[in-house]
């Protein structure tokens, strides 16, 4: 078997903040385990605050692992640093959630998309403004535009120019966290399928994050679905939308068919304590769970129910614990 494109083995990190003069820690990514194939996209869902930028961030080294491991073809990341982790970051690209700050304010749209080209040190300026302009034709935006500054575009534009970015570098990997989530819903439909035709193009793998399992479903082959910090639920697009088995997807799939996504969901404690004097039932969803046996559910910790690529993580799924 091939190894995965890019794999993390229980990556983990807590923050540590000073509220009120006191320290207090809180687990944002608790031990996950995510693997993506080439030319693979996966769906990360979660409410907000349940981890998912951190995790993006830690699969780029933009911020560091308390633990765990990232494998890019097999091979550590984990401790690269100068040279190779910009060797690293060619291949793995993030687009992010806001097109309007991701821009610098000051920098023209030509400017901006041969930027990387220029910090990888990949072409001298001349190709690099050559290629810009060949990127605006792949996004589909007039070659007018690399004379145009970030203020002059829409947010959908803005986005395009984010991709083209990332996509000049030719990286096997995007990671997109919300990468539709700050624009008009009429325009949302019209990046996502912009990414997908992107995907087909380039042989691309994606990890698509969103807190809507509405916006991941149509493009992602597996969806994950991750609750305060944890993996709860993983599986092949089809078969966790058809039978979903962990209690919380079924809330969050009830929440993403709403006319308001989300409000339906009871608020969740965002911050999870830890250390002395602090209690955290084995299962998270345990205090809003319909399904949820006291004694068992708090106490225990869930069993993996379900095979090697689709499971729930719960002593009570739905459909039965095979
Ligand atoms: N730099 C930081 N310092 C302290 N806490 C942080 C930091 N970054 C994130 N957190 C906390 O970690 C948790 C996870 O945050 P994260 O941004 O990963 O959530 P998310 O799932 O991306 O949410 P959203 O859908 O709102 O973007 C939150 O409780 C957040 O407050
Ligand atoms: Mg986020």
Redesign the pocket.
């Known amino acids: 078997m091939t190894a995965p494109l890019l794999e993390a083995l229980a990556l983990s990190k807590t923050?540590t903040?000073r509220r009120r003069g006191r320290a207090a820690s809180?687990v944002?990514v608790d031990r996950v385990d995510l693997a993506i194939a080439a030319g693979e996209c996966v769906g990360l869902v979660?409410e907000?605050?349940?981890?998912?930028?951190?995790v993006a961030r830690l699969l780029l080294r933009l911020i560091e692992p308390d633990g765990g491991d990232i494998l890019l073809e097999g091979r550590s990341i984990r401790t690269l640093a100068g040279a190779e982790l910009r060797a690293m970051r060619r291949h793995v690209q993030i687009v992010f959630q806001n097109p309007h700050s991701a821009l610098h304010p000051r920098m023209s749209v030509g400017a901006a998309i041969a930027e990387p080209l220029l910090i990888q040190g990949l072409a001298g300026s001349t190709e690099a403004r050559q290629r810009a302009l060949a990127m605006l034709d792949v996004v589909g935006l007039p070659r007018s535009f690399a004379y145009r500054y970030p203020h002059e575009l829409s947010g959908g534009q803005k986005q395009r120019i984010c991709i083209a970015r990332a996509l000049i570098l030719r990286p096997q990997l995007i990671v997109l966290d919300?990468p539709t989530s700050a624009l008009d819903v009429s325009v949302q439909a019209q990046i996502l399928e912009f990414l997908g035709q992107m995907q087909r193009e380039f042989g691309l793998s994606y990890l698509l994050i969103s807190?809507n399992l509405a916006v991941v479903r149509a493009m992602s082959r597996r969806i994950m679905v991750m609750y305060r910090g944890q993996i709860v639920e993983q599986g092949t697009t089809e078969a966790l939308l058809s039978v979903p088995r962990h209690p919380y997807t079924r809330a969050l799939l009830a929440a993403s068919l709403e006319p308001e996504p989300g409000v339906s969901l009871p608020p969740a404690e965002?911050?999870l304590p830890v250390g002395e004097g602090t209690s955290v039932p084995a299962c998270r969803f345990f205090a809003r769970c319909e399904r949820r046996v006291a004694g068992l559910c708090d106490r225990e910790v869930p069993p993996i129910a379900g095979a090697a690529e689709s499971w729930a993580w719960c002593h009570r799924p739905h459909g039965g614990a095979t």
């Open positions: 923050f903040a809180a944002a979660g907000s605050g349940c981890g998912k930028s951190t919300e807190h965002v911050d």
